[in-house]
Every structure is written in C-alpha cells, then in structure tokens.
C-alpha cells in the first residue's frame, strides 16, 4: 500500500473526528456565518506529487475553502428553493459514504442496500399519502427526476402507435402540452429529443393565477383528434407555488388518452399537512410524480425521487435497459435499478432521507411545512407593512413573490437585491412574473424562525434609505 494511504488508514480514527469537529463548528456557527461570497479562488492548484495525507488536506481546507463556503443550510438561505441538513439526514449521508454500497440489484451481494431504497420508497408513499401502485427510485434532482417520468413517457406514447422509440429513436412528433412547466422540464425534453420548443402552451387560469386553465387544456387536448400527448403539470410553481388542479385532470383522463406526469419537486409535501393537502387532491391518478428531498425534507443535495405507476415498469425498462450486460438476467424477474432509470452505479442515496423519515416521522415534516407557511405569511405581511414593497402575487404556501412598490422602481430591483445579498444575512433569487422584476423568498429550511424574519426586514429597510428608494 502507497505510505500516505496507510498512513491515513492507521490514522483514520483521529482523520474523522477532526472532520466531526470542522462538521460541528460549520453547523454550530451558520447562524453568523454570511449567506453570499463574493471572493474567489485561484483555480490554478498544483498536484502535489507524494500527496499531503487528509490532515494536511484538511488544513488547506480549512485555510483556503472553508471560509469561503457560505450559509447555505442555515435559517435565512431564502433562494431558490432549499432546506438545510438536519442531524438524521447528515448521518444518513456520511454513513452512505462510509458503507460504500452499489445500490443496483436486489438479487446480488450488497443487494439489501436496493432494499434500503425500496422501503425508502415505501415510506415516502406512506408520508405523502399516495398508494403503493406507485414505485418509486432516488436520483440526483428533480431536473433527473423529470427526465426519468419523461422519459418513460415518450417510450409511452410510442408504444400507443406501435413503436419503439428507445429501440428505433424517435420518428413521430410527440405532443406536449403544459402551462407553467419548471424550466427544467423544458430542460429535459431537450435532452429527451423531443425539443425543448415543441410543447404546447396552455393558459393559466385568468387573475393572479399560474395554474393551469382546464377549458383551454381541453379544447387544445380536442384539436389533437385523438392523438396521444403528454401532459406536464405542476403541483407547486416556484414563483407562486400554485397548483393544478389535480381532480379536473383527473376527470380528463375519463375521456382522452395522455401520459400525466406532476412535477411536484417541493409542493408535494403540501400532502403532509391536513391544513394544505388540498392542493395536491387527486393527484394518485397521475402516472408519474417528480419529488424533491433537498428541499422541503431538508436533507442534503442531490436527493430527489420519482414516482411511476407500476403499470407502466415494462415500458420503463424498455427506457433504461442497460441491455449490454449479459448478466443482468430477465429484467422483470431480477429487479435491479440500472434498468429502470438513467444512472448504473449509485450510491445508497436513500439513507439520509430513511434516517430522517425515521428519525422525525409524520409529525416532525408536518411541523416543517406548516412552520414554513406561517413564516412565508408573516414575511409576506411584514414587508407590505414596510410600505416599501407589494406582493405580486397572494401567498399560498411557502413562496413569497414581491418587488418593490411602485413601477418606478422597477429598475432598483436588481441593484436592491445585489445590495440585499451583499449583506450575507439572507440570500434571496430575483424572477420576472406577469412581465415585473420580482424577488423571491422560499421558506422550506427547518431552522427558519420569526426572529430571521425579523432581521431580514431590518436589513431590507436599511438597504431601501441607502438607496434611497
Ligand atoms: C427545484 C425544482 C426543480 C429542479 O430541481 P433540481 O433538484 O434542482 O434538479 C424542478 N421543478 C420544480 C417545480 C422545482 O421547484
């Protein structure tokens, strides 16, 4: 064994609790920690030829990059839309490396790890309500997780014309039809060859709505004559988090033949809070969801799940048959993930989300959403009271959608939100909605409390006197 390397293995004891302590201190000071970073780094670092062994890496860590990492996972991270690691999913996630597993197929040495992900599966299903026709497997993202249903989805609709697209490549136009898709979606029918310009814009219901409009679907659903399409919904818009309404498509499905897939990256944990699963009612008819865990089940990223219905799983073999492998056997029969969604070798990316369903079960992710949605309509309130800022659009969940007040402003509105972010006590993402400048505030992290609001609003009344506003 190369010296360095053995003495890292002799050493490993001391090796990793020096990363609990950096892990600790990170975690223990986010609170102070700012939530942007303009500095940057020299990209240009020498290879060290004999290699510095992980304490020496661990130094130059804590030297160079660590001060440069920013509070992401802390309490006032409003961007995008992201939660923070708590305690249960950090384990999960350290230990997924430790263990090391390929998480392929059930049938195989270290095949329990594929079981792990299944009984995942099975409690997601049992948080979110849904039935166990769904089966489910984790991949990096919503954007995989999209292209995964999606995928399955062009296979589908080739198969109601007697093709097979996976096989032969596409040779039909593929009808999509959507009307606020995420743009990841938009994303994925590029990378699916159907063409991130050919899907069809539905309107949204008229008022301050991105929902879609249910007479414009249908009458655009009767000008395809019967044709098969694809239908992209949404259950949670990031601008406003507004949903479709799930029982009308539902309904649809009665009387046309279509593939309906839900993005439901963060809305769908509406499901886990009597006072807002509304929202996502009849949603168990769709044939596939696309969920986030990096957001609202707050553990760290690249943890995301989708959802097919079982009925569909040969049509998704056919999608992602890893066909040159001669001893993966009948796919059927020996269930193994690499035939049923984009990646071959996986990580047990599972764990941090098992360890966190069970470390804080049904009661612990309803408290995370509802806190959040009571923290979005308090910000929401406070800010309006400022006088300095509107809502552009009435909160519904978790996502504050506002500018500043007046169409005047509306060319401060990035200098504002640069000057904002430039505070490092909160970091929030701009957006452009009905044709205004917007800001956007997501409340998704389980450290989130009234008292960030409360210094978030200080902030932003100080940056509108410094720019005169
Ligand atoms: C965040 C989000 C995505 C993309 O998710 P990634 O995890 O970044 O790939 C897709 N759809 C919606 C509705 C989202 O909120």
Request: hydrophobic share 40%; net charge negative; charged share 20%.
């Amino acid at each position: 064994m190369n010296s360095v390397l053995q003495h890292d293995l002799n050493d490993i004891e001391n090796i990793l609790e020096k990363a609990k302590q950096q892990g600790i201190g990170f975690l223990n000071n986010l609170e102070n920690i700012p939530t942007s970073n303009k500095e940057s780094i020299d990209t240009n670092c020498h290879l060290n030829e004999l290699g510095l062994g992980s304490l020496e890496v661990l130094n130059e860590f804590n030297e160079r990059l660590a001060p440069l990492m920013v509070a992401s996972p802390g309490p006032r991270y409003w961007g995008f839309v992201t939660g923070g690691s708590t305690p249960a999913s950090i384990v999960g996630d350290w230990l997924a490396s430790v263990y090391d597993q390929n998480t392929q197929a059930v049938k195989a040495q270290g095949g329990v790890s594929a079981l792990i992900e299944f009984e995942t599966i099975n409690l997601l299903l049992q948080l979110l309500e849904l039935p166990k026709t769904f089966l489910g497997g984790f991949v990096t993202g919503a954007t995989m997780s999209n292209f995964t249903c999606l995928g399955v989805a062009r296979q589908w609709f080739g198969s109601q014309l007697g093709k097979d697209f996976a096989k032969n490549g596409i040779s039909e136009t593929i009808p999509v039809l959507a009307a606020t898709p995420h743009s990841s979606s938009i994303k994925t029918l590029a990378m699916l060859g159907i063409g991130s310009q050919n899907y069809t814009v539905i309107k949204t219901i008229e008022g301050n709505r991105e929902a879609i409009d249910i007479d414009d679907l249908e009458k655009n659903i009767r000008s395809l004559s019967g044709k098969p399409f694809i239908l992209i919904s949404s259950a949670g818009t990031v601008n406003t988090a507004d949903f479709d309404d799930f029982e009308a498509i539902s309904k649809l499905r009665e009387k046309y033949s279509f593939w309906w897939h839900i993005d439901a990256a963060f809305g769908g944990f509406a499901a886990v809070s009597e006072k807002n699963k509304h929202f996502v009612k009849g949603w168990e008819g769709a044939d596939s969801i696309t969920i986030d865990c990096h957001k609202w089940l707050n553990v760290p990223y690249e943890s995301a799940f989708y959802l097919i219905k079982e009925q569909h799983t040969a049509l998704q073999i056919e999608t992602f048959q890893n066909s040159n492998a001669p001893y993966l056997g009948n796919p059927l029969e020996n269930f193994n993930y690499l035939n049923v969604l984009p990646e071959n070798s996986r990580r047990l990316r599972a764990l941090p989300v098992w360890f966190s369903l069970l470390a804080y079960g049904k009661n612990g992710f309803r408290d995370i959403v509802e806190n959040s949605v009571v923290l979005a309509l308090s910000f929401g309130e406070q800010l309006t009271e400022t006088g300095n800022f509107e809502l552009l659009a009435p909160i519904r969940l978790n996502n504050v959608c506002f500018t500043l007040k007046g169409d005047h402003n509306q060319e401060k509105v990035s200098q504002f939100l640069t000057h904002l972010n430039d505070t490092g006590k909160v970091f929030m993402t701009p957006t452009v909605y009905q044709n205004r400048k917007g800001i956007r505030a997501s409340f998704v992290n389980w450290r989130t409390t009234e008292n960030d609001i409360r210094i978030v609003i200080e902030e932003m009344k100080t940056v509108v006197l410094e720019l005169d506003i």
